[in-house]
Nanobody
């Protein structure tokens, strides 16, 4: 089993920045990729970015140029740096990690995966 805990969310003004963190614990040796998703009120959960064990990263269109996904293996953490935030970025952000066996971005197929509880990001003046 893998436990994922997100942190770093909060209230930020438009144009501001936040850095989200996803801390993994448990059987993390089984993880070969981590992704960030978000879900706004009344909307479906959507993919934001992903990073593999090799350091390969991918972003969906709205995240390109504004968001950066990175990892610190020594700390078992994956980060999502979000800059130039907009009100439409308001959502609960979730960390998703597991064993990816096929990827044709943005489609990802997991052999198994785990979810964190999410962290709220609110962009408002």
């Amino acid at each position: 089993q893998v436990q994922l805990v997100e942190s770093g969310g909060g209230l930020v003004q438009p144009g501001g920045s936040l850095r989200l963190s996803c801390l993994a614990s448990g059987s993390i040796f089984s993880i070969n990729a981590v992704a960030w998703y978000r879900q706004a009120p009344g909307k479906q959960r959507e993919l934001v970015a992903a990073i593999t064990n090799s350091g390969s990263t991918n972003y969906v269109d709205f995240a390109k140029g504004r968001f950066t996904i990175s990892r610190d293996n020594a700390k078992n953490r994956v980060y999502l740096q979000m800059n130039s935030l907009k009100p439409e970025d308001t959502a609960v952000y979730y960390c998703n990690a597991g064993h990816l066996y096929e990827s044709n971005w943005p489609a990802m197929k997991w052999m198994y995966d785990y979810w964190g509880q999410g962290t709220q990001v609110t962009v408002s003046s």
